[in-house]
């Protein structure tokens, strides 16, 4: 076993090299399928089954000169095929930044110093450096490797992690299980085995979520029923002796209009958005469907370390058998001491041992950093920390007792051990530190005053704090290397404090509707006393033994000595019982667990590569209260998808109404063709997208979430779609025989107010604006050209006789807007009422 760190490695690529490089081979990223031409966009969108029909009747009305119609009908298409083109070129642009900030990232040696860069810009030739958690970005030659472990299935299929010593080659897209190595990029990008994999799959098309395949079954059954519908106008038609290829166009317009044809293209374009919007939150969507499923959570699996609490540990307090000592100081900065509570000797033994098994480093302040940064580990970083605090210097303390072997800190040994050289003698010193329960077996630790150690570290674990303990011993020249029969040390109390904002989390959650659990590796009156200071009360914490002995998971809130693999059973049991599960994890071993969630929720700043490929959401800032924003944004755009769908098709329901109802009345035609379609295209188009992109419901997150299997339009949507359309209908239907009965151009009176009424409900169907917004919203906007479009074609000759219609006068136009204004001030005053009723 060689250690990584002492290996005289060589400084690695220039930054000039690096670039010659990346020049020279390209970056290191696997095929990606090519963007569609700008034809097959279009062809794209000529193929949907409503364009067709469009352009089934423009070749009917071009046969029978119709040409009238025929402009309208190419217009509609013009403007429907431009507006989707857009629309689906705007949701690729976001999900291609979204892909940029959730790419994986890599260390390599350049020029000396080690660096974090994308893992696109590595280079054959680059040193990169390796430890368990990261996937490997590049085909490697090893040049050092310390109990170095690859798990390859994800290549050849083998379920078992392959031991790798120097000499061997590591392969790109391959996981670190175990150790550390580093190792010469051989191959990159498309050469590398995974390039060549994937290039094989470079053509295959994003599968789409199962909100948009839900809502493609619901547009096919909503395109038969008004198929359907219309056939029964064109019929009732051809009954009533109107000619055989007017009543064909008409029923096409009907069919056309009465659809959303424009959804999947809104769905795709506001879960896109919504996940560009989280990005802007810290909150990095990695798959699509993950935006739609945060709106069901009802479980938060989360965590302690840097989401709870800060992720900056500090070293806080000492003890020995000699005395107890209390260390000053900020962060990771070196500056403070140690404090003794009375009389006691200088731990000097303790620190050394803290330095020397010990992976971290420190980072001073530079010119691009204005404080002492950690690399490694944060518990390792914040025992170098107080090295320096207590005056023990770790450069010259470690080249003087050069490290000859070691076995790494796993989640399963919950413990470390170094051997170390000891200057001017051949013996070798070994140094060990880990949870308490496992350092201070008499097993491990055969000497000292166990018993005392042990008491105190159950009280300043019930304090809160996170506690190692250290021991150490000397082998004699030649003797076998040991980790057990060592003499205690001492113990290290640590603390990460609380997040400013953990109990504001916790109680948004709640109200939301939204169990937090607490989940961590420490000991359980750590996890109780921050589960308190968080605001999460409970009567039992659970331990991994108790998992192990049988307990339910589910029945628990707060969660003790955890391993990885234990997460897994956890999740498990809440999604028996029925809860839809957000977990978050940063360690290797927490990918099946993020897997097996809902939603896999991984930390972006100090989670592992593996970690952070698994999940579907990567929290950048490390902060729960990210986790509640997302929940927020996915609860936005299911509720405006089901805002969109009423709004649609109540408007879609109306004009069939009209058509079927108004020869009842003695209206034979109420709409044409031309006018049938203007409306469907003002009232589907921007204000159907500006729907999609409404701001949150500011009472979103006081309600229970909704359940992952509830319809589309369930939970009474159908009925508020029914009832709206046919209060639309009626109220087009009673301003139309007004103006009939006093002689004025009822048609026009029907499409003027029909197209109005619409908006209208747009409109009372908008979130509230809250006290103080001034702005206007793209809703408000995009109602306001469609009302112009609307009533402007009364004005423009051209455009009027286009459409078939005629002048209102001002009387005649200040009646047909009073009856317009009637639907949008129903739906908006039982809006209200619904929303006072529902007050807590």
């Given at each position: 076993?060689t250690d990584?760190?002492q290996?005289p ?12 490089k990346l ?6 990223t696997?095929?990606s ?15 949907d089954?409503m ?8 070749v009917l009305?071009?046969?029978?000169h119709?040409l ?10 013009v ?15 976001a ?18 110093r080690?660096?974090v860069?994308?893992a696109a810009?590595?280079?054959?030739g680059?040193?990169v ?5 990261d996937i ?11 109990r ?11 379920s ?27 191959r ?7 390039g060549?994999i994937?290039g ?7 599968r789409?979520?199962?909100?948009q395949?839900?809502?493609?079954s619901?547009s096919?059954?909503l395109?038969?029923?008004a198929?359907?519908?219309?056939g ?5 038609g ?6 055989v290829a007017?009543?064909?166009v ?13 959804l999947p ?6 879960l896109a958005?919504g ?13 699509l ?9 009802t479980v ?6 840097g989401?709870?609490t ?5 070293a ?9 000592f ?8 070196p ?5 003794p509570?009375?009389d006691?000797?200088?731990p000097t033994?303790l ?5 020397l ?9 530079g010119?691009?950093q ?5 690399l ?12 320096r ?5 770790p ?7 050069p490290r000859?072997a ?13 051997f170390h ?5 051949d013996?070798?010193?070994?140094v ?8 201070l ?6 000497s000292g005053?166990?018993a ?5 570290a ?9 506690v190692?303990?250290v021991?150490?011993r000397v082998?004699?020249?030649?003797a076998?290397r040991?980790e ?8 290290v109390?640590?603390t990460d ?5 953990a ?30 200071r968080?605001?999460l009360?409970?009567?039992?914490v ?6 192990d ?10 969660f ?5 693999e234990?997460?897994?059973d956890?999740?498990r049991?809440w999604?028996?019982?029925?809860h839809?599960?957000a977990?978050?994890?940063d ?7 993020l ?36 929940i927020e ?9 089901r805002?969109?769908l ?12 009209v ?8 209206l ?7 006018q ?9 188009g ?7 992109a409404?701001?949150a419901d500011?009472?979103a997150?006081?309600?229970r979430?909704?359940s992952?299997?509830?319809?589309v339009l369930?939970a ?5 779609i029914?009832?709206?359309?046919t209060?639309i ?6 301003a ?7 002689g004025a151009p009822w048609?026009?009176?029907?499409y ?19 006290r ?7 809703l ?38 009073a ?7 129903v ?5 209200v009422?619904?929303?006072r009723?529902?007050?807590?």
């Amino acid at each position: 076993m060689t250690d990584l760190l002492q290996l005289p490695l060589s400084h690695g690529l220039t930054d000039v090299e690096a670039a010659r490089k990346l020049v020279e081979h390209g970056p290191n990223t696997t095929p990606s399928p090519k963007p569609p031409s700008a034809l097959f966009r279009v062809a794209a969108q000529l193929r949907d089954p409503m364009i067709l029909l469009l352009l089934a009747a423009a070749v009917l009305t071009a046969t029978l000169h119709d040409l009238t119609d025929l402009a309208v009908i190419l217009i509609v298409i013009v403007l429907n095929t431009t507006v989707g083109v857009l629309q689906e070129l705007r949701a690729e642009h976001a999900l291609a930044a979204l892909d940029r900030l959730a790419a994986p990232h890599a260390t390599v040696l350049r020029s000396g110093r080690a660096t974090v860069i994308g893992a696109a810009d590595v280079v054959p030739g680059d040193l990169v450096l390796l430890e368990a958690g990261d996937i490997v970005p590049a085909d490697l030659e090893l040049t050092a490797a310390v109990r170095l472990q690859t798990d390859e299935s994800a290549l050849t299929g083998e379920s078992l992690p392959v031991e790798k010593d120097p000499g061997h080659q590591v392969f790109a897209g391959t996981v670190v299980t175990r150790g550390r190595a580093s190792g010469v990029a051989s191959r990159t990008g498309v050469d590398s085995a995974l390039g060549k994999i994937a290039g094989l799959l470079s053509n295959q098309r994003p599968r789409p979520t199962p909100l948009q395949l839900r809502l493609r079954s619901l547009s096919r059954i909503l395109s038969l029923a008004a198929l359907l519908l219309s056939g029964v106008v064109a019929v009732a038609g051809l009954l009533r002796g109107l000619p055989v290829a007017d009543m064909i166009v008409t029923a096409v317009s009907l069919t056309v209009a009465a659809v959303p044809e424009s959804l999947p293209a809104v769905v795709t374009l506001a879960l896109a958005i919504g996940a560009h919007r989280m990005a802007r939150r810290s909150a990095v969507v990695r798959r699509l469907p993950a935006v739609e499923t945060l709106g069901s959570v009802t479980v938060v699996a989360a965590d302690k370390t840097g989401t709870l609490t800060e992720g900056v540990m500090l070293a806080e307090r000492l003890w020995t058998e000699h005395g107890e000592f209390i260390a000053s100081g900020n962060g990771y900065d070196p500056a403070g001491g140690l404090d003794p509570l009375g009389d006691a000797e200088p731990p000097t033994r303790l620190l050394r041992d803290t330095v020397l098994c010990n992976d971290a480093e420190l980072r001073p302040p530079g010119p691009d950093q204005p404080v002492w940064l950690p690399l490694g580990d944060p518990t390792e970083a914040a025992l170098l920390t107080l090295a320096r605090r207590g005056g023990t210097d770790p450069e010259p303390l470690r080249a003087a007792h050069p490290r000859i072997a070691e076995l790494p800190f796993d989640s399963i040994r919950k413990r470390m051990t170094t051997f170390h050289r000891i200057p001017g003698d051949d013996g070798t010193l070994v140094v060990g530190k880990g949870a308490p329960e496992v350092i201070l077996d008499p097993a491990v630790t055969s000497s000292g005053d166990i018993a005392t150690a042990r008491a105190i570290a159950a009280e300043l674990a019930a304090d809160g704090y996170r506690v190692l303990a250290v021991a150490d011993r000397v082998l004699p020249p030649g003797a076998r290397r040991t980790e057990d029969g060592l003499q205690l040390v001492g113990l290290v109390a640590l603390t990460d404090p609380v997040r400013h904002n953990a109990a504001e989390v916790t109680t948004a959650l709640g109200r939301a509707g939204v169990d937090l659990v607490l989940i961590t590796g420490d000991a359980p009156g750590t996890a109780r006393a921050v589960a308190e200071r968080v605001g999460l009360h409970t009567d039992r914490v659970l331990t991994g033994a108790d998992i192990d002995d049988g307990a339910d998971p589910s029945e628990g809130r707060v969660f003790a000595r955890i391993r990885p693999e234990q997460k897994l059973d956890i999740v498990r049991a809440w999604q028996q019982a029925g809860h839809v599960v957000a977990m978050t994890g940063d360690g290797v071993n927490d990918a099946p667990a993020l897997r097996r969630a809902d939603i896999g929720v991984a930390m972006g700043k100090d989670g592992t590569e593996v970690a952070r490929q698994a999940a579907d959401l990567i929290l950048t800032d490390d902060d729960l209260g990210t986790v509640v924003a997302a929940i927020e944004e996915g609860r936005r755009i299911y509720t405006n998808v089901r805002t969109f769908l009423r709004y649609a098709l109540s408007g879609g329901l109306a004009e069939i109404l009209v058509m079927l109802i108004g020869p009842l009345l003695g209206l034979a035609t109420p709409l044409l063709p031309a006018q049938i379609l203007w409306i469907n295209m003002l009232t589907h188009g921007l204000p159907g997208v500006a729907i999609g992109a409404e701001p949150a419901d500011p009472q979103a997150m006081q309600r229970r979430p909704r359940s992952p299997d509830e319809q589309v339009l369930g939970a009474g949507l159908w009925q508020r779609i029914a009832w709206t359309g046919t209060l639309i209908a009626a109220v087009t239907l009673a301003a139309a025989l007004w103006a009939r009965s006093i002689g004025a151009p009822w048609q026009t009176m029907t499409y003027v107010v029909l197209g109005l009424a619409q908006l209208g409900v747009a409109i009372a169907l908008r979130r509230p604006r809250p006290r103080g917004e001034r702005r206007l919203r793209f809703l408000d906007v995009a109602v306001a050209g469609a009302l112009v479009s609307q009533v402007g074609p009364l004005f423009i000759p051209p455009l009027r006789e286009l459409l078939g219609l005629h002048a209102l006068s001002a009387a005649e136009l200040v009646v047909a807007a009073a009856f317009a204004i009637l639907p949008g001030l129903v739906v908006a005053a039982r809006r209200v009422w619904k929303a006072r009723k529902e007050q807590p």
